[in-house]
């Protein structure tokens, strides 16, 4: 049973960094990309940052320069540091880990932890 454990979350003021982490217990961790996504009350689910099993690296356009996605293949962990938060960037947090085992395409998430900036 592959789980995505998220932690991190919480209650920040603007102007505030969290850190937020995903321990993934998939065993192909290693060749697996990785990603955080959040979703906002009445909003669509939108893309965070991915990193590849190469650590390339994608941000969303609202997040580039104060966010950075990071892995650890060792503690098969994926982590998100999020810098300068503003209300905005309230929403939940989820981890999504995903590729493909020839031939077959896998693509888990977690159940998201909450990250709410406010004053």
């Known amino acids: 049973q592959v789980q995505l454990v998220e932690s991190g979350g919480g209650l920040v003021q603007p102007g505030a960094s969290l850190r937020l982490s995903c321990a993934a217990s998939?065993?192909?961790?290693?060749?697996?990309?990785a990603g955080w996504y959040r979703q906002a009350p009445g909003k669509e689910r939108e893309l965070v940052a991915v990193?590849?099993?190469?650590?390339?690296?994608h941000y969303g356009d609202s997040v580039k320069g104060r966010f950075t996605i990071s892995r650890d293949n060792a503690k098969r962990t994926v982590s998100l540091q999020m810098n300068s938060l503003k209300p905005e960037d309230t929403a939940v947090y989820y981890c999504?880990?995903?590729?493909?085992?020839?031939?077959?395409?896998?693509?888990?998430w977690g159940q998201g932890t909450q990250v709410t900036v406010s004053s």
């Open positions: 990193i590849t099993s190469a650590n390339n690296t």
């Open positions: 999504n880990v995903y590729g493909t085992n020839f031939p077959h395409r896998y693509d888990y």
């Open positions: 998939v065993s192909i961790f290693i060749v697996s990309s």
